[in-house]
């Protein structure tokens, strides 16, 4: 790595970090995904504790960790506007600056914290490409992106009701809360002893049951659909095929699907 960098730049050696598949690549983006982790489950964790310097100087602390992993990322991609303008990277750093300006987000703005699970768009791209190195992901791959996105969505909603309704709401006094009743909404479960009152409250609980129902029916989908395996068609480059296929289904190509343990 140190002989690529005096060859080729530091842009190569970052972009070689964050898109080859060599060893320390790959190391390095599983570096990154246990760092999302820590991440988002700091933000449980926080929400079980009083409000404090600690908390917010390791909210700063975690804050600043992101940024510089954010500018390495923006560095390595070689067109730093085009990057910086990507949905996955606008929703990243919103996340990252929620951290940063936690000191200023407290009381009425305090909601805006519910960004950082954002971070979680990130870990499931990177998950993405680390395809050749699992190979339960490669065999359920529309599935376990689903699911990511479903926890995604569980994330962001739990914080949403956590910092809406910890304040004034007996029934949400932390994380575990917002997220039981996150979920029992979602499947429309709704045993009662949980509600958010108000117009506000009703209003997120039928966003909550709207778009968790459509995010429940499309992992139903993928787990329920017959297994296919990622293999370009050599000709006309469709993406999906039986494990078995011997030929592409829409041109006719000779496919030469490697066997699990070959993939």
Same mark, same amino acid.
């Given at each position: 790595?140190?002989?690529?960098?005096?060859?080729?730049?530091?842009?190569?050696?970052?972009?070689?970090?964050?898109?080859?598949?060599? $060893?320390?690549?790959? =190391?390095?983006?599983? %570096?990154? &995904? +246990?760092?999302?982790? !820590?991440? *988002?489950?700091?933000? #449980?964790?926080?929400?079980?504790?009083?409000?404090?310097?600690?908390?917010?100087?390791?909210?700063?602390?975690?804050?600043?960790?992101?940024?510089?992993?954010?500018?390495?990322?923006?560095?390595?991609?070689?067109?730093?506007?085009?990057?910086?303008?990507?949905?996955?990277?606008?929703?990243?750093?919103?996340?990252?600056?929620?951290?940063?300006?936690?000191?200023?987000?407290?009381?009425?703005?305090?909601?805006?914290?519910?960004?950082?699970?954002?971070?979680?768009?990130?870990?499931?791209?990177?998950?993405?490409?680390?395809?050749?190195?699992? $190979?339960?992901?490669? =065999?359920?791959?529309? %599935?376990? &992106? +689903?699911?990511?996105? !479903?926890? *995604?969505?569980?994330? #962001?909603?739990?914080?949403?009701?956590?910092?809406?309704?910890?304040?004034?709401?007996?029934?949400?006094?932390?994380?575990?809360?917002?997220?039981?009743?996150?979920?029992?909404?979602?499947?429309?479960?709704?045993?009662?002893?949980?509600?958010?009152?108000?117009?506000?409250?009703?209003?997120?609980?039928?966003?909550?049951?709207?778009?968790?129902?459509?995010?429940?029916?499309?992992?139903?989908?993928?787990?329920?659909?017959?297994?296919?395996?990622?293999?370009?068609?050599?000709?006309?480059?469709?993406?999906?095929?039986?494990?078995?296929?011997?030929?592409?289904?829409?041109?006719?190509?000779?496919?030469?699907?490697?066997?699990?343990?070959?993939?």
């Amino acid at each position: 790595m140190p002989e690529m960098a005096r060859r080729h730049g530091p842009r190569v050696v970052l972009r070689h970090l964050y898109e080859a598949g060599t $060893p320390p690549a790959k =190391r390095f983006r599983y %570096a990154l &995904l +246990a760092l999302d982790l !820590l991440s *988002v489950g700091w933000i #449980v964790l926080a929400s079980f504790l009083p409000a404090s310097g600690l908390v917010l100087a390791v909210d700063v602390a975690l804050g600043l960790v992101l940024l510089a992993e954010f500018a390495l990322r923006i560095a390595a991609s070689g067109v730093p506007l085009r990057a910086l303008l990507n949905p996955f990277n606008l929703a990243d750093l919103v996340a990252i600056l929620s951290l940063l300006l936690a000191p200023l987000l407290q009381g009425a703005m305090a909601f805006l914290r519910v960004l950082r699970t954002l971070r979680l768009l990130h870990s499931v791209k990177l998950i993405s490409t680390l395809r050749s190195d699992l $190979p339960f992901f490669r =065999r359920n791959e529309e %599935a376990t &992106l +689903a699911a990511a996105q !479903l926890g *995604v969505f569980l994330f #962001v909603m739990s914080g949403l009701v956590f910092e809406t309704q910890h304040h004034g709401n007996p029934g949400i006094r932390n994380y575990a809360d917002a997220l039981y009743f996150t979920v029992t909404t979602l499947t429309t479960t709704g045993f009662g002893d949980v509600t958010l009152p108000g117009t506000t409250g009703r209003l997120l609980s039928v966003v909550i049951m709207l778009a968790g129902v459509t995010l429940f029916l499309r992992l139903a989908q993928a787990l329920f659909r017959p297994a296919k395996v990622r293999y370009p068609c050599p000709a006309c480059g469709l993406q999906r095929h039986e494990p078995d296929a011997v030929h592409c289904k829409a041109c006719g190509q000779l496919l030469n699907i490697p066997d699990e343990g070959e993939a």
